[in-house]
């Protein structure tokens, strides 16, 4: 295989590889339940139980599998890792090229709802050929297979990858690492990017007084909820910046280890409205997620993408102010961007905050930002 080759792909997991998931839920060795005691402490025994129940004998991988395999999928070598991607092109002659790229714990599955709106809408709506990778170490990109990852390399990956595609000029959107990757492809290849579309944007207080004294209550209210996060909610982001092969050893061995470490994300970052977060993501969506990260073996690579972002210096060093148009959509929970701190790091063009969904708008809203992505576009 030629550096630049691009191949077709389909999954097609070995029915070993199932046998032995099923095998191991079967086998796994609960921790008991403290009495009175809910997700205040992480993923409840009694409901990782039930989850696991569901995915040992009634979820139907081959029918997720099948499902993505109705999108055409492609495998591509770049910087020495392979690459895969959906790639659906649309009959519209005017259609954007737009990237979409998934965070953590997300995957290429997030964006099936939003595959046909995009590439095929009403005639008054703008249309997209759509590139979806997996990124570098998730999911069907497989294992990372060195150092050095970091959200720069991401970004210029991708960057290639479209290059690769024909697609000299495109936008893009994203949200958790998506929301990193995409606006730093956006600051390093200005002349390639039409404008970038985020979720979940990561915006930090300026320190200028002037700025906290003009904060509504509504930012008021998401700077608290950003603070909560980082002091009750980001041990999961500390271990995995500070040392992701321990925890990503426990994870890589056992599925209800990795089914409570992602289901318990779902829970606190989904639209709070819902009390479990099966009732915010369908299930079996849930399911293929969380099936793809085990049935890859990328538990050591997701890991390790942390470690690069907290350990390279880039990474939250200053930076010029980005010149790309920029829009952001902020759902009610699990998103804490604030436009005034956006906007000192973003040419900020376009602004939306909905009070439903949350963290995976992709899987809980779709409609909403499906209509925000082609609103953001249409305004360029």
Same mark, same amino acid.
């Given at each position: 295989?030629?550096?630049?080759?691009?191949?077709?792909?389909?999954?097609?997991?070995?029915?070993?590889?199932?046998?032995? !998931?099923?095998?191991?839920?079967?086998?796994?060795?609960?921790?008991?339940?403290?009495?009175?005691?809910?997700w205040e402490r992480g993923a409840p025994t009694s409901y990782l139980k039930e989850l696991a129940a569901y995915w040992a004998d009634k979820f139907d991988w081959r029918a997720a599998e099948s499902e993505l395999n109705a999108h055409p999928q492609f495998t591509t070598v770049i910087d020495g890792q392979h690459i895969h991607? %959906?790639?659906?092109?649309?009959?519209?002659?005017?259609? &954007?090229? %737009?990237l979409l790229i998934h965070g953590w714990p997300s995957s290429v599955v997030d964006f099936l709802d939003l595959i046909g709106p995009l590439t095929a809408p009403d005639a008054q709506a703008p249309a997209f050929h759509l590139v979806i990778p997996s990124l570098p170490g998730h999911g069907f990109s497989g294992p990372l297979?060195?150092?050095?990852?970091?959200?720069?390399?991401?970004?210029?990956?991708?960057?290639?990858?479209?290059?690769?595609?024909?697609?000299?000029?495109?936008?893009?959107?994203?949200?958790?690492?998506?929301?990193?990757?995409?606006?730093? &492809?956006?600051?390093?290849?200005?002349?390639?990017?039409?404008?970038?579309?985020?979720?979940?944007?990561?915006?930090?207080?300026?320190?200028?007084?002037?700025?906290?004294?003009?904060?509504?209550?509504?930012?008021?209210?998401?700077?608290?909820?950003?603070?909560?996060?980082?002091?009750?909610?980001?041990?999961?982001?500390?271990?995995?910046?500070?040392?992701?092969?321990?925890?990503?050893? !426990?994870?890589?061995?056992?599925?209800?280890?990795?089914?409570?470490? &992602?289901?318990?994300?779902?829970?606190?970052?989904?639209?709070?409205?819902?009390?479990?977060?099966?009732?915010?993501?369908?299930?079996?969506? %849930?399911?293929?997620?969380?099936? &793809?990260?085990?049935?890859?073996?990328?538990?050591?690579?997701?890991?390790?993408?942390?470690?690069?972002?907290?350990?390279?210096?880039?990474?939250?060093?200053?930076?010029?102010?980005?010149?790309?148009?920029?829009?952001?959509?902020?759902?009610?929970?699990?998103?804490?961007?604030?436009?005034?701190?956006?906007?000192?790091?973003?040419?900020?063009?376009?602004?939306?905050?909905?009070?439903?969904?949350?963290?995976?708008?992709? !899987?809980?809203?779709?409609?909403?930002?499906?209509?925000?992505?082609?609103?953001?576009?249409?305004?360029?």
């Open positions: 295989m030629t550096n630049t080759e691009i191949r077709p792909f389909r999954i097609d997991i070995p029915q070993a590889d199932l046998d032995d !998931l099923r095998e191991r839920l079967i086998r796994t060795r609960w921790i008991d339940e403290v009495p009175g005691v809910g991607f %959906l790639h659906v092109r649309s009959d519209r002659a005017d259609a &954007i090229p %737009l297979t060195e150092t050095g990852w970091n959200d720069g390399r991401m970004a210029a990956a991708l960057a290639e990858l479209m290059a690769r595609l024909g697609y000299e000029r495109f936008g893009v959107q994203g949200g958790d690492h998506g929301a990193f990757i995409g606006p730093r &492809i956006g600051r390093d290849f200005p002349d390639r990017v039409l404008g970038v579309h985020a979720n979940a944007l990561v915006t930090f207080p300026t320190g200028d007084p002037a700025d906290m004294a003009a904060l509504t209550e509504a930012e008021r209210q998401r700077l608290a909820a950003m603070k909560k996060f980082q002091d009750d909610g980001s041990a999961y982001m500390n271990l995995n910046g500070s040392r992701p092969n321990t925890i990503a050893q !426990l994870l890589a061995d056992s599925p209800v280890g990795q089914l409570g470490w &992602i289901v318990e994300k779902f829970k606190e970052w989904t639209d709070q409205s819902h009390e479990l977060p099966d009732q915010a993501v369908d299930r079996d969506r %849930l399911l293929t997620i969380v099936s &793809i990260y085990w049935l890859t073996d990328t538990a050591r690579s997701v890991a390790n993408c942390y470690y690069e972002r907290f350990h390279d210096a880039a990474s939250f060093a200053p930076k010029p102010r980005g010149t790309v148009p920029t829009g952001v959509a902020v759902f009610k929970d699990g998103d804490y961007a604030i436009r005034r701190f956006a906007e000192k790091a973003h040419t900020i063009t376009h602004w939306s905050e909905f009070y439903r969904g949350g963290h995976f708008p992709a !899987l809980e809203v779709p409609e909403l930002l499906i209509d925000d992505i082609r609103a953001f576009f249409a305004s360029l």
